[in-house]
């Protein structure tokens, strides 16, 4: 594969705020993304995760603040990725789905029917490369989107909630796809409000509340012992704003 | 019912001036139809992805212009195509030519803003992956008319079928010469007018049954790129 000397990481993301009209999404927000285990970004709906993994992307620019990739704050995307709460399948069938991926992440014609297979294999749907995208369970689609984001060879991979309405068994391949790629090498970074999610596969923790950080830390300390009230009510089960 | 006989033993015969009549007619309605999607398709494209001042008038005129009546297309390309008109040095008023620049006129807005509508209503649902996946304009572009193109096969078709039914535009400028510039409705209009009904109800038959296989064809078309694609 193809990898140039410099990384994305860590991304820092100091003092981010994001307005949308008189709202305030995100709050002074700072947070460094290390390579390591996956990072937990949790809190409740409309804490701001989602925006946060935007902002941490490159997709939208803050209101105010700084981020950088790897001490660049002009990364080109090239080696992040991301699949959405709900990703769009292209109308497609799996494998041009993944071949257009590849094209736009630049790669070579030559190699990309090998790619192709490799991904489908990484993602358990090789036996479905030539069915319509659109006509794939929501497991098998969630699947195909991580191959996506997979084909772009990221050093950084966000999630965003990728678990959402799966069943138990679709949330298992899931998971193993993603800690897969955490071995690999890639830094995960996953929005999740399942909490079991969080400390099966996670490291550390960013704990958001209504736009603005509450608590980062190790992820075994954060779920032992939390030291802000709001993720000691979030934890409980409380209902926090 | 003898018409429809005397009709119908025409089409079966053969005669070989009504098959003249009909080839005319789809070559200039096909002819029409290529250009338009050319010009059509590329500018509803740009007008779905393009922000720009003046771009919702633009749109609200391009849909407007589906409705052009051809008699009026007819009249305008008559006035330019005429020997004192500005391009009347071309010497193309009256041929199979001047019948083809006035379909498209008529059926490239059609085209254009159905093509609009559609790649618009496809970008919104894949803009947010596309500006992940960093997918630059001209791979944009041709992403959505080639994930589009179930649809927009249907939007060529309308065209076609608009093209091949309309009379006033072809009558102007081609004048209905025989065995020359005379087309499928415009005979029919003649020959009505003339009292030689079989042969306009021959006409006519003929003209429904290609509307309808171009049309089954699509939708065969349609079917097959649904279970590859997807909806």
Known sequence: MMRGPASDLPIVLSAIDVRVGARSILNDVSVTLTPGLPTAILGPNGAGKSTLIRVAMGLLKPSSGAVS???????????????????????????????FALAAAGRPRAGRKAAIERLLARVSLSALGDRAARFLSGGEQQRLALARALARDPDV????????????????????????????????????????????????????????????????????????EKAAAFLRGDIVE | MSGFHAALDLVLQGNPSLYAIVRLSLLVSLSAILIAALVGLPVGAWLAL??????????????????????????????????????????????????????????????????????????LEYRAEFEAMGVGLLRRVVALLWDARVSLLTTLLAGFGRAAAEVGAVMIV?????????????AIALETSKGDLPLAMGLGLILIVIVIAINGAAWGLRQLGEQRGGR
């Open chain 2, 174 to 186: 081609g004048g209905n010469i025989e065995g020359y510039t005379r087309t499928m409705t415009t």
């Open chain 1, 157 to 228: 991979l966000f999630l965003d909630e990728p678990t959402n309405n799966l069943d138990p068994a679709a949330t298992k391949a899931v998971e193993a796809i993603v800690a897969d790629a955490a071995t690999s090498g890639i830094k995960v970074v996953m929005a999740t409000h399942d909490l079991g999610q969080a400390r099966r596969l996670c490291g550390d923790v960013v704990f958001l509340a209504g736009g603005a950080l509450v608590e980062t830390g190790a992820a075994e300390d954060f779920f032992r012992a939390p030291r802000s």
């Open chain 2, 50 to 123: 393009a922000r720009f001042r003046g771009r919702s008038a633009l749109i609200v005129a391009l849909n407007a212009c589906m409705g052009l009546p051809p008699v009026v297309v007819g009249l305008s390309v008559f006035l330019l195509l005429s020997r004192s008109g500005p391009l009347g040095s071309w010497g193309i008023l009256f041929t199979a030519k001047a019948m083809v620049i006035a379909q498209a006129i008529l059926v490239t807005p059609i085209i254009a803003a159905l093509a609009r509508q559609t790649i618009e209503d496809l970008w």
């Open chain 1, 69 to 99: 990739w790897g001490g660049r704050g002009d990364a080109p995307p090239d080696r992040r990725a991301v699949v959405f709460q709900r990703p769009v399948m292209l109308r497609r069938t799996v494998a041009g789905n993944l071949a």
